[in-house]
């Protein structure tokens, strides 16, 4: 079996105040992202969501442990590494097809003018963009911009995307259509995703792991929830699926009571940080014992 695209190990997060007091975010968090896969993290504020994100980006350090990208551990930000955050942070004075090559030069910088736009085209064209290379962005609207910087991202071809709620300023139709797209365009590219969200139902369509964290400070990885609904999923059917609200029971029961528990020792002395529990809601036990290549139940027998 191939080595795992990210490796988390006992990783931990603490500041120092002002007052000399000190905070610890999260401690001792171990966790493993395959190639391909497309994982959401998901926890209440102050549970160091984003402070994971940053460090995997290179952006921070950890305080213990080590991050893993490909056998080779972070030592700060890179190219193999794509990051779009919540605002679309483009360069106001460049057009769509400037921003976007700026990125391509920077990782490419032998290539040819010629070469950077057609590979920059490509990207542009991926996200539906095509018509709109010269206008600057105060010339879109809040979801293009997002398109901007999504293509931006894809087209330097990262071994590892890293969304930090990347839609949480839109509109609830843009975001739905983005959604969508950065579904289809995963499928298309095989990208490996990282993706911070406080939206369940995003989770659920997006995700093939969810992780869930507990709350801080001293937060770690409650659990890792396993979609258990087959890729292919829509905005439109999600919910028909038999398996969609014993997923999202799930997750709200965890958010609304477990998150906060877990620190009172409800996990039991059982819990193991470096193993946290998988957990597959809606599959059967026969299904659970082999976790490696899950058998989707016959939906009209669930």
Not at 94 to 107: E, W, Y
Not at 153 to 173: G, Q, V, W
Request: with cysteine; hydrophobic share 40%; aromatic share 6%.
């Amino acid at each position: 079996m191939s080595e795992s695209l990210i490796r988390i190990e006992a990783i931990s997060k603490r500041y120092a105040a002002r007052d000399g007091t000190v905070t610890t975010v999260f401690d001792d968090l171990h966790l493993t992202v395959e190639r391909g896969e497309f994982v959401c993290l998901i926890g209440h504020s102050g549970c160091g969501k984003t402070t994971v994100l940053n460090v995997l980006a290179g952006l921070e350090s950890v305080s213990d442990g080590y991050v893993f990208v490909g056998g080779r551990e972070i030592s700060g930000p890179s190219l193999d590494r794509a990051v779009i955050f919540q605002s679309h942070a483009l360069m106001p004075w460049l057009t769509v097809m400037g921003n976007i090559a700026f990125a391509v030069a920077s990782r490419w910088p032998g290539w040819s003018k010629a070469k950077v736009r057609e590979h920059c085209q490509k990207y542009i064209d991926l996200v539906n963009l095509t018509g709109a290379e010269k206008k600057r962005p105060s010339e879109l609207s809040g979801g293009m911009k997002q398109r901007v910087g999504i293509a931006r991202a894809l087209a330097i071809e990262p071994r590892m995307l890293l969304m930090d709620e990347p839609f949480s300023a839109l509109d609830a139709l843009t975001r739905g259509v983005l959604q969508e797209e950065v579904l289809r365009i995963c499928a298309e590219t095989k990208q490996t995703v990282f993706m911070i969200t406080h939206d369940v139902d995003e989770a659920i369509l997006l995700a093939d792991k969810i992780i869930l964290m507990t709350n801080g400070p001293h937060a770690k990885i409650a659990e890792i929830v396993v979609n258990t609904m087959p890729r292919g999923r829509t905005r439109h059917d999600l919910h028909k699926h038999p398996h969609y609200y014993r997923i999202r029971n799930h997750l709200i029961d965890f958010l609304v009571d477990r998150s906060r528990a877990f620190d009172q020792k409800s996990a039991g002395s059982a819990y193991d940080p470096r193993n946290p529990p998988v957990v597959m809601p809606g599959l059967d036990e026969a299904a659970l014992a082999v976790p490696d290549a899950p058998v989707w139940p016959d939906e009209k027998a669930a």
